[in-house]
């Protein structure tokens, strides 16, 4: 007899198969409508169980929903986009919604811990995701952490602070003001261009808060951070900084209005002073020291 081919076993182990199965099939139907109901009643059992489970598996956590929204909401995002009106609503919900604990934090973490140092204070930053349509991260502060005056070009920006206080100072440019050098002294201006700004906040902000937004033009596109107390801030951009398209991150001066006296070009009331500055471009500031640490929350999926 000559030696069998694998295709002739497969093919033999099919047809005992299909007899056993066929075999199987007659005896159940001969079986009572006892025993019928007794499997269906097991069956819808173990379905209920299954189900059950199912939902657990299924639960997504707050930072995987977050980023699938993202994924949504900026799907189209390049410099100047700005979400629907709806879309920024579901961000900020899910954002509102963010504990420390859902992304792997607390205020006991040693970058929290006072810093006993001359200069200013080390900022961490943990990176949680990034891609040319937008960006997640969390900025750690310790107690008087500052992060400097400092613009979003062309980006939508939501901010949630997870727990902590923080002075928030924020800005929107003067549309159709004059620069400083037209009201002011060359002498006083001859570093770079000073430009007119609006205060949008100067507050404190303190957790659990509704989340923040900054777009393009409104909402304080320039802002300033300071840590009352130790705090993080969940941000969000989309899209985010890219030196290739045009968007930098540009930190600022910003002088009182009544450091350059205006003429006829600038007429702002007495009362209304306080609420108007001119903010001067500068380099980075020397002192901002800020140092990546290493995510510890829920990983994201990606596909």
């Known amino acids: 007899m000559g030696r069998a081919t694998v295709a002739d076993i497969k093919g033999r182990d099919f ?51 977050l980023f699938d929204a993202c994924k949504d909401v900026f799907a189209h995002a390049g410099t100047g986009f700005v979400p629907p009106p709806d879309k920024i609503e579901q961000l900020s919900a899910l954002l509102d919604e963010i504990r420390p604990v859902d992304v792997g934090l607390s ?16 900022i961490t930053y943990l990176h949680i995701h990034e891609c040319e349509k937008f960006s997640m991260g969390i900025f750690c502060l310790p107690p008087s ?40 002294e060359p002498s006083q201006t001859q570093r770079s261009e000073v430009r007119m700004a609006k205060v949008k906040v100067d507050s404190n902000l303190t957790a659990p808060c509704k989340t923040s937004i900054l777009y393009p033009a409104d909402g304080g596109n320039m802002h300033c951070f300071t840590a009352v107390t130790a705090c993080a801030v969940l941000d969000v951009l989309g899209p985010p900084y890219s030196d290739l398209e045009g968007r930098h991150c540009t930190y600022y001066l910003a002088y009182p209005f009544t450091k350059f006296p205006g003429d006829e070009q600038v ?37």
Request: net charge positive; charged share 30%.
């Open 107 to 122: 205020p006991r973490m040693p970058f929290f811990s006072p810093q006993a140092t001359r200069r200013a204070p080390t």
């Open 267 to 303: 007429s702002i009331p007495d009362e209304e002073k306080d609420k108007y500055a001119w903010l001067q471009e500068r380099d980075k500031p020397e002192d901002l020291v800020v140092e990546g640490a290493l995510y510890t929350g829920p990983v994201i999926r990606e596909n």
């Open 145 to 184: 952490g500052v992060l400097p005056l400092h613009n979003h070009p062309g980006m939508t920006v939501f901010s949630k602070l997870l727990f902590g206080t923080m002075h928030i100072k924020s800005y929107d440019w003067v549309v159709g003001a004059p620069s400083a050098s037209a009201v002011a």
């Open 15 to 65: 047809s005992e198969l299909d007899k056993e199965a066929k075999a199987n099939t007659e005896n159940t139907n001969k079986g009572s409508n006892t025993n019928k109901n007794r499997n269906t009643t097991t069956s819808d059992s173990r379905g209920r169980k299954n189900r059950r489970r199912q939902k657990k598996t299924m639960v997504v956590h707050p930072v995987q929903r």
